[in-house]
């Protein structure tokens, strides 16, 4: 079952555009919003993370936007540089209950892959 | 430098044929987890580790086994692989599960024939 539905699948956009990617989620008990970033032969990399009192998160050129009553979350990637080709993944967390105690779960949207043109 | 180790990057196997992809991290990190991903499917949870000797099933259980013997270690074990477990799977380590940032290692990539 989806939790995190993440759009669109691939993305290409030129140099110095804004790349947008959009996640959605169902479950209101998530309470911690990452963004991965993952290049090529590489790990996934957090690279801004976002929790649901703030409406809006930037870092540089990195803006999450976030619509709690919407259940929604965005990834703005302001001037888009070739180097900002890679996969990008939203994810959204939540506590969960094991035998032992408690874990924060980590559910992963699909991945956009961002190509961005010279 | 910090950082999560796993061995071998890249295996071809045949079906039937245990083996084990070991992780490592030098960050004494208490959470643990594997992750396999799969194109149009992301990544999904296989196995997590709240610290030693603690393990629980992540999404994707069927098929793998791991263990928590030491902090550090947490190998992933295919004790009868099948075709259907070609994949690229990623260990990952975190401070503590409520930390949030997960640290990723360098991926394995699986081909069973």
């Known amino acids: 079952q989806q939790q995190v539905k993440q759009s669109p699948q691939s993305l290409i956009v030129q140099k110095g555009g804004i790349s947008i990617i959009n996640c959605a989620y169902e479950?209101?008990?998530?309470?911690?919003f990452p963004w991965y970033q993952q290049f090529p032969g590489k790990g996934p990399a957090l690279l801004i993370a976002?929790?649901?009192?703030?409406s809006e998160k930037k870092e540089g050129r990195f803006t999450i936007s976030f619509n709690k009553s919407a259940k929604q979350f965005s990834l703005h990637i302001m001037d888009s540089q070739p180097g900002d080709s890679a996969t990008y993944f939203c994810?959204?967390?939540?506590?969960?209950?094991?035998?032992?105690?408690?874990?924060?779960?980590?559910?992963f949207g699909t991945g956009t892959l961002l190509a961005v043109q010279p | 430098e910090a950082q999560v180790t796993q061995n071998p990057r890249y295996l071809i196997t045949v079906t039937g044929k245990k083996l084990t992809v070991t992780c490592s991290q030098n960050m004494n990190h208490e959470y643990m987890s594997w992750y396999r991903q799969d194109p149009g499917l992301g990544l999904r949870q296989i196995y997590y580790s709240m610290n030693v000797e603690v393990t629980d099933k992540g999404d994707v259980p069927e098929g793998y086994k791991v263990s928590r013997k030491e902090k550090r270690n947490f190998p992933l074990i295919l004790e009868s692989p099948s075709p259907n477990q070609t994949s690229l799977y990623f260990c990952?380590?975190?401070?503590?599960?409520?930390?949030?940032?997960?640290?990723f290692g360098e991926g394995s990539r699986l081909t069973v024939l």
């Open positions: 479950n209101t008990a998530f309470d911690y």
């Open positions: 990952a380590s975190s401070l503590s599960p409520r930390a949030g940032e997960l640290f």
């Open positions: 994810a959204a967390s939540r506590w969960a209950i094991y035998y032992g105690g408690a874990t924060n779960k980590l559910i």
């Open positions: 976002i929790r649901p009192d703030v």
